[in-house]
Structures are given as C-alpha cells and as structure tokens.
C-alpha cells in the first residue's frame, strides 16, 4: 500500500475496535508520516457488536468516502469486510488473498460463505503464492499470483556493520533466529528439540504470540522470546543470526503459505533452514543456501551444514541475490496496477459495429490487414497502399496509431512520449530517406548521464566518467586504456551480459553500472542474459559522450505521431483504432494479413507464453524550467525503484517556465516491451516461427512478432525486406529520394 499511495490516495480500514461504553459508533483517523496511507480505524460500542455493527460499519465508511474522485478500487484482505463495504460503488474489486484464512485457528464460521460471495464479486484474485494460486484459480477466472516480495535493499543492512540490540547482544555460541508472527503455524515441539539437542546454540524467536498461549511455548535457557518489534529494526537483530529459521508445522493452516520470510532472511544474508512447506521447496529449494528438513535430526544437520556454508566463500549469497533481483515491492506494485488499469479500461471499451449485410462482404474486401499502427504495420501499410497499390487495413488496440512510439502535447504544452523516449538514430541512408518524406528533422545528438555516488556522470563509460568517479585525470585515450585494462577479468567464453562486461571494465564498474540497472530492466541478473544486452553499450577511451554515434541522429521536427499520421494517410488505407484484431479478423475479409503483435499471442501461447519485459510510466510536470542536464539520466541503484527519468524539453528544443518528466519503472506484466534474450527462450520462439513459416497468408513482422530485440530503424528496415519480398522478385520499386538534416532541422531533397 505504501506503493500506491505515492501516486494513489490509498485508505486503510482497519478492523473495529470495541469499547464499552461510547455510544454512537466512531473512527479514528490518523497518517502515517512514512508513507502517507490513511488509517481509519472504527471504534465500537461493546453492546452493538455483532449482527448490528455491519450499518454502523456501513455508515462510518461511507462518510470516509464523502468527497471522493476519480477511479476508486475496493481492495479487500479478507473476506470479512464485505458486507458492510459493498455498496461503495467502485470501478475494480480486487481480493488480496494472502493466506487460506479459514484454516486458521479460531476463523469465525461464516469466512467460507463470505468468501464464496467476494469471489463472485471480484473483478481481480491476487494470491500471496503458487500454492495459493493454485487452490483459487478454479474459482475465478482472473487470479493471479504474487509470490513473496521484499524490499531488498532494507534487509540488505543486516550485511553491514550494525549496532547490536540490548536485548540481542553478540554471543559466544552460534545463534538462529526467527522472525514472524508465533502461533499454530509454528511447530513448538521442532523448536524444543533443536534446543534440547544442541544446548551451545543460543535460539532467538522475534515476534508476537498470537492465538495459541504462552504457556504453550517450549521455556529453555537457549530460547529468548523478545516480543514484537518494528520493521526497521529487523535488520539490525538478523545481522546477528548464523542461521536463520522457519520451523514451521506441516498442517492445514501452512498448506499454502509462501513465507515472506525466506526473501527476507536471503537478502539479509542468513542461510535458511525450514520445513518442507511446498512453496519454499518450489521456489527456494534449489539454492544452497536454502535447507530443506522434515525431521528434528535433519533439521539440525541442516542447521550445521548453514553454518559451515556461512564460513565458506560467499558463493551462495550470489545464487540467491541473482534470484532475489527478479522481485521487489515496487515490481509487484506495478504489475498489479498495471492489471488493475487493464481492468478499469476494459469497462470503458466500445466494441465496433463489424456486422456486414452481405456475407462476404465483397465490397468492403482488404486486400491486405495490417495488424498494429506501430513502425512496423504503419511501414508495411504504407508501403502495400502506395507503392503496390493495395487495399489496406490498418487495426490496433490501441485509441491511436504510432504504436509505443506515439507522443502527445501535455498539459504545459510540452511534447512527451507516452510510452517513454523514442531516440532516432540509423547509419542506413535508406531508412532515414524513407522516413524523412513524412517528417521533417531536428537535430538531435542523445546524451545520457548515470546517477552514481551522489554524481551525475557521462554514460557509457567514457575518460570523463572515469576522472569523475575516481578523481583521476587521465588526459589520452592510452591512459584510458590501460586503466581498464588493469580492471579488466578475462572470462573465457563470453556468453552472458557479465562476461562483457566484467571482460572489458571489470567488477568494480560492472557492479556500480551494469548489474543493479539491469537487474531492475529485466528482472534478470546480468550473468542470465544473453551477451547482446550489455554488448550494446560500449566503452569509449575518449571524451565522446554521446549515446549513439549513427551517421543519422534527429528527431521528428512535429513529433513521431504527426509522422505516422502521414505515412497512414493514403486513399487506400483505412484505420480501425481502439479494437482488438481478433474482434474484427473475420468481419473483415481480406487477403493478406501482416501481424505486428506478439507471435506467441497470435498462435494462442500455444506452447506457452514467450517471456518479455514490460514498462509502466509515471509522467509528472514540475513548476521550473529544467529538472536535469541531459534528456535521460539512468538510475543504476537497486534501491531506485525506476530505472531512468527523461525530460522531453531535451529532445524537442521548446521553450517553457514549466518542464515535464518521465520515471520509467520495468514490469514483468503489462505490455510486452521488450523480448528477453536468453538461449531457452529463443528456443521457444523457434517453435513459433516454424508455426509462422506454415502460415502462407500470413506475414510476421517487428519487434514482437519476430522476437528480436529491435531499435526503430530496424523495425523499419526489416518492413521494408518484407515488403520487397511480397511485392515479388523483379517488381520495379520507385526510388527513394535521398535526404539531409539541414542546420533548421528543413528536409532538402
């Protein structure tokens, strides 16, 4: 919740409190001042409690909301709060179903059938795990699973040099901890029988005892109990753990559990030791530094093996912090949001009249569809309309054509990049001629700076980059070289996106540069991603700090979207906007379809779906002319939750008192951005385009539909093969007049 209230007010209804005694029922309102959620938390009369409080509930809400605007989402922990809430008119219904509530001890007996109706009610089921996912994703037809997310960077301080806490002073014996809510879940008599068999190690278990009694609890002279304690001071007593455990019961109430708490202990760098609860073994079993035991004896091996696993060389820690990079809080925000946000547009959508009188259709017969309005459907569609002379249809989901590269004038007036920034550049003479009959250009030469140790530095790593972060002064490409060559790791093979760069700048600028922002943009550590995603970024030994060095580098003097309006705007092609092709596929016959979409979509995900990566923006407009120095500044800190801000005014050379800005932060849900590059998923494409190939009338072109990862002008370029090769082999193509960028950013022919 803390999340969304950055960019959402978010209220929390707490559950009632009961006070004898106070009449009238009550809320009590308060902020917290970290994340700027609010509490509202209903207090009671004793004597009202039960069959009548749900209209005082009722009530109570409803003058909570008074004043509300804009989009409201019900989100619901728990089923018991229905009643009195579902009247509030809301555009989405989420269920954030993290636990099976009714295994627990002492559910109250109506939580089935409530849940029953929250069900039917819900537009949305997330579940806290696979586990979950599973048990629910027969009851509703869009769930979704979020398996345990942590806020990495806040565990990650337990690795450093902390202060002890009084009641946890450093030891002379190992010591294990736990950290969580004490009750039947936890299996009491595992707990005994570690500390009985070794009485050396020193057990310590934080948190609150909840409906079980303390006299149920196993008293030792190893065992301390300390009670609850606040988020931010969990680090501190996990950095004096040796082991840290979940020793877990085996019953019905852990039978979908996916403990947060594994996470959480990995990052804080404690090796783990639980009981087999399935989403653990699922999903962390496999790590070393993960122990899996069913017994009391094993449990303890497990324990020891921990220990001389933590003397070891640290190799472990890698393995899981590679696993722990692919999942935070903020990704989870986002792509829940993102799911949300579909949700809420899929309620607003008009679906077009595609009912002809006349079957077929003969009349209104395409030669050609053309699925996606991007660069490449808006290429092929008007390459086929006006070159070859064909009916054209031009179909996108989207209510505009452009595809990710649309952009838009905001409120200030300022022209920005709804999908985030589009930089054009190509060494090809043909494309950039093709091109410029739509547009004219300005110049435009990309810089990026990264935000490093409170630093804004030239990026790529350039001799400015290097005297800057080291204080250095190195004055020749020579000196540049050697410097790296002395930081330089040789790795023999090159396969992955770390060995390029550790093999050329080292680990320390690898670490500082590399790792953290791609670990955020793919979710992915670098050692797990093909060697072309950091091949494209080079070194450079001199001071050029400019990102691209393409023979073409300009951007679209009015904007790319007036460009693709022009290039659509032909006698033979039609647009249908704002649809799904699949709506409109048979209402429209035609003979030839060119499909931009995903390919994997296209054939149904029929062996499954292709991984990509996804984005979500957070466009802001601030009151003062300029936020940075360059158009991008990147974010590689895996404590940023957004990977780069760019400012537009950069890119388009206007004047104004006010400036807008993008925050770019990666999503594995959402639009498919990017295809990840890794050799098991092109092997699955592979299966795909050998479906691709056996569909004749078909033809599959762009970024996803042929799961490459793309720039611009080799999405154009790739669109204008492809029509080349369905126009036929000895067609006369007109020439395309070549063109220049003049000072004035005018086309001259």
């Known amino acids: 919740m803390s999340r969304f209230a950055a960019t959402h007010r978010v209220l929390f209804w707490e559950e009632p409190e009961y006070v004898d005694g106070i009449g009238a029922a009550r809320v009590r309102h308060s902020v917290c001042p970290d994340s700027g959620v609010e509490v509202y938390t209903p207090e009671i009369d004793s004597a009202a409690r039960g069959a009548g409080e749900d209209a005082e509930l009722s009530a109570l809400l409803d003058e909570a909301l008074v004043g509300t605007r804009g989009t409201v989402i019900r989100w619901y922990y728990t089923p018991m709060m229905l009643p009195f809430s579902q009247g509030v008119a809301a555009d989405c219904v989420v269920y954030d179903c993290m636990d099976e ?28 795990g696979t586990s979950l996912y599973e048990a629910k994703r027969g009851r509703h037809s869009n769930v979704h699973a979020f398996p345990s997310s942590i806020d990495v960077p806040h565990f990650a301080r337990a690795r450093e040099a902390v202060e002890a806490p009084a009641d946890q002073p450093p030891g002379y014996g190992p010591r294990l901890g736990f950290s969580g809510v004490v009750d039947e879940r936890m299996d009491l008599d595992l707990l005994a029988a570690v500390a009985d068999a070794r009485p050396e190690w020193s057990l310590v278990v934080i948190g609150p005892v909840v409906k079980i009694g303390e006299d149920e609890l196993p008293r030792r002279a190893n065992i301390q109990y300390l009670g609850s304690k606040s988020y931010s001071d969990l680090p501190a007593y996990m950095a004096g753990w040796d082991v840290a455990l979940m020793p877990f019961a085996i019953n019905e109430a852990t039978r979908f ?88 547009a899929s309620r607003g959508r008009i679906e077009p009249v595609v009912s002809p009188t006349v079957w077929p259709a003969s009349h209104d017969r395409y030669d050609v569809m053309v699925v996606g309005a991007g660069f490449a459907g808006a290429v092929m569609a008007e390459r086929l309309a006006a070159d070859g002379g064909k009916r054209v249809l031009v179909v996108d989901r989207r209510p505009h054509v452009g595809g990710n590269a649309y952009d838009r004038l905001d409120d200030a007036g300022i022209l920005i990049h709804q999908y985030g920034p589009h930089i054009f550049h190509t060494n090809s003479q043909e494309i950039f001629d093709y091109l410029s009959r739509f547009t004219d250009w300005r110049p435009y030469e990309h810089r990026v700076q990264a935000h490093v140790d409170g630093k804004l530095v030239p990026m790529p790593i350039n001799r400015t980059t290097l005297n800057a972060l080291y204080g250095l002064n190195l004055q020749s490409e020579g000196e540049v070289a050697e410097f790296l060559a002395k930081r330089a790791e040789p790795v023999d093979p ?72 022009r290039m659509l705007d032909h006698p033979n092609i039609d647009l249908l906007l704002g649809v799904d092709y699949r709506d409109v596929r048979d209402a429209y016959p035609h003979d030839h379809l060119v499909f931009t979409g995903p390919v994997d979509e296209y054939f149904g995900h029929r062996y499954g779906r292709l991984p990509y990566r996804s984005l979500q923006f957070e466009h802001q407009t601030l009151d003062q002319p300029w936020h940075q120095p360059v158009a991008v500044v990147n974010y590689p800190d895996e404590a940023v939750p957004y990977t780069r801000v760019t400012e537009y005014k950069h890119l388009t050379g ?56 793309y720039n611009m002008d080799q999405v154009v370029g790739q669109a204008l093969a492809t029509y080349r090769r369905l126009a036929g082999a000895g067609k006369v193509q007109r020439p395309i007049e070549r063109a220049t960028v003049s000072p004035l950013g005018r086309t001259a022919a």
């Open 101 to 128: 509530l009714s295994a627990f001890r002492g559910a109250p007996p109506e939580l089935l059938d409530r849940e029953r109706m929250l069900l039917e009610h819900a537009d949305l089921v997330f579940t806290g």
């Open 257 to 344: 559990i996916s403990p947060t708490k594994t996470p959480e202990y990995l990052a804080a760098g404690c090796p783990v030791v639980s009981t087999p609860i399935t989403d653990v073994v699922r999903h962390y079993g496999h790590l070393a530094g993960v122990g899996i035991a069913d017994t009391a004896e094993a449990f303890i091996a497990a324990c020891e093996a921990a220990m001389r696993l933590r003397e070891g060389d640290g190799g472990w820690r890698v393995e899981a912090d590679a696993l722990l990079a692919r999942s935070s809080w903020n990704s989870t925000a986002f792509e829940m949001m993102a799911l949300i946000s579909a949700e809420v």
């Open 494 to 565: 090159i396969r992955t996106s770390a060995d390029v760069v550790v093999s050329q700048v080292g680990q320390e600028l690898y670490e500082t540069f590399f790792r953290g922002y791609t670990r955020k943009q793919w979710g992915l550590d670098p050692s797990e991603l093909d060697k072309a995603v950091t091949a494209r970024v080079p070194t450079r030994t001199n001071t050029d700090d400019r990102y691209f060095t393409d023979k073409f580098q300009a951007m679209p003097l009015e904007g790319y979207t007036r460009m693709f309006e």
């Open 654 to 709: 206007q004047e104004a008192e006010r400036t807008s800005l993008t925050y770019e932060y990666p999503s594995a849900t959402g639009d498919p951005y990017y295809p990840i590059p890794r050799e098991e998923n092109q092997a699955l494409y592979k299966r795909y385009e050998a479906l691709a190939i056996a569909e004749p009338a078909v033809s599959f072109v762009g970024r996803l539909a042929t799961y490459r990862y």
